[in-house]
């Protein structure tokens, strides 16, 4: 268990395995709830919640979204809008979760804005959601012109992570979310980094308890980040964004679904890596092993052979990050394994340095 606490929003992340045959259980006196799923993760596990529900007495229905990014619309949400609506929800409906980032952050955006505000609960059915998305509060949807522009501040109430729901995720999207987890270990933790590359077998292989360790160091760490900084007021929470610069450039210009996010992660953390190099802050060493250990994990560290960007317009795009302040280039560089730090300003000569390796 994980507590996050945020005061009057605190809550728990529970992880285990059959997690999800406990939801009922575990969120006591019967209500209504909306089920928030897509095509793919209903019959894997959201049917069986609704119907657990269900069964306990709550009123419930299931609204099944079509896998993939596109769920993430304004259209959509109308949709969840409509649903909530025709059950006659009122402020203490549920709305649960059930599926990877893009679920729960659709979800998400439907539980923070409708009746301005139901209670909202996570059930994270991928890796990436499991170590990332479903904690920290971060909801919305996407317009076309920019991806997650159109979003809220909104904490569930309990996150459940069935390690059990993981089993059937196809391995690219596992290799997906290793991003993020190794992420972690070179942001903040030095000797998950080593523990990482020492079980790195074990993790591969889905051994179930290396399976709740990952899941467990990765949501107590992104925890502490967003208790520091939970509306990304303070800078604190920026250290989340190592790779994501890059990363997100990559996705935009690939066209989102090419790249994975995971995938355009990895790409943009060794990017970040080879720059603080060339700038002198950390040794070649801590380049190669983090190559090393995103690799072990069959995740890309350059942009695939057959995708050519443009290293101007890698730039611009970098630009238009939502994060970036005024224009200008501010990148979270490692100082060393387990720490980094945010730096602005950084010269434009040396990033074009940089994406122009994948050339
Ligand atoms: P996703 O939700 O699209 O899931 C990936 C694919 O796996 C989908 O096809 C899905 O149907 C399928 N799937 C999910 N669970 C499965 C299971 N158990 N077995 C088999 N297939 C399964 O993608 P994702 O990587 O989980 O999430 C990406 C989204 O998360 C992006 O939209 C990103 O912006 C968002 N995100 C949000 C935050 C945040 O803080 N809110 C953080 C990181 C990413
Ligand atoms: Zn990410």
Redesign the pocket.
């Known amino acids: 268990m994980v507590p996050v606490n945020l005061g009057p929003r605190s809550y728990q992340v529970r992880i285990g395995a059959g997690l999800s045959k406990q939801v009922a259980i575990e969120l006591g006196n019967p209500g209504s709830a909306l089920v928030v799923s897509?095509?793919?993760?209903a019959p894997?596990?959201a049917e069986n919640l609704t119907q657990q529900l269900a069964e306990a007495g709550w009123n419930v229905r299931l609204a099944v979204q079509p896998?993939?990014?596109t769920?993430?619309s304004l259209r959509e949400i109308e949709k969840l809008y409509d649903q909530l609506i025709a059950m006659q929800a009122d402020r203490s409906t549920h709305v649960i979760a059930v599926?990877?980032?893009?679920?729960?952050?659709a979800a998400?955006f439907a539980a923070a804005t409708y009746a301005r505000g139901l209670p909202f609960i996570q059930v994270?059915?991928?890796?990436?959601?499991a170590v990332?998305?479903?904690?920290?509060?971060?909801?919305?949807v996407?317009l076309p012109a920019a991806?997650?522009i159109v979003?809220a501040f909104h904490q569930p109430k309990a996150v459940f992570i069935d390690t059990d729901?993981?089993?059937?995720?196809?391995p690219r999207?596992f290799a997906?979310?290793m991003a993020?987890v190794v992420k972690y270990g070179m942001i903040l933790d030095e000797s998950f980094f080593d523990w990482l590359e020492a079980e790195q077998p074990k993790i591969q292989s889905h051994d179930p308890t290396f399976l709740a360790r990952i899941i467990q160091r990765s949501c107590e760490l992104k925890a502490q980040v967003v208790e520091a900084d939970e509306f990304e007021t303070t800078g604190l929470r920026a250290v989340l964004n190592f790779g994501h610069t890059f990363g997100h450039a990559y996705e935009a210009l690939a066209k989102y679904g090419t790249l994975?996010?995971?995938e355009a992660v990895s790409i943009g953390m060794i990017d970040a890596a080879t720059l603080a190099c060339q700038l002198g802050r950390i040794p070649e060493e801590v380049v190669s092993r983090l190559t090393k250990l995103l690799q072990s994990f069959q995740l890309p560290v350059s942009l695939p052979s057959g995708m050519k960007l443009d290293p101007q317009q890698i730039i611009a795009t970098m630009r238009l990050d939502k994060k970036s302040v005024g224009g200008k280039l501010r990148l979270i560089l490692p100082t060393r394994i387990g720490h980094v730090e945010s730096v602005r300003d950084v010269s434009e000569e040396l990033v074009l340095k940089t994406v122009a390796r994948h050339g």
Request: net charge negative.
């Open positions: 897509d095509t793919n993760v894997l596990a896998a993939g990014e769920a993430k599926g990877g980032g893009v679920v729960g952050d998400g994270p059915t991928t890796l990436l959601a990332d998305s479903s904690v920290g509060g971060k909801v919305g996407n991806k997650n979003g729901l993981l089993a059937t995720l196809p999207e997906a979310g993020e994975l996010h995971g």
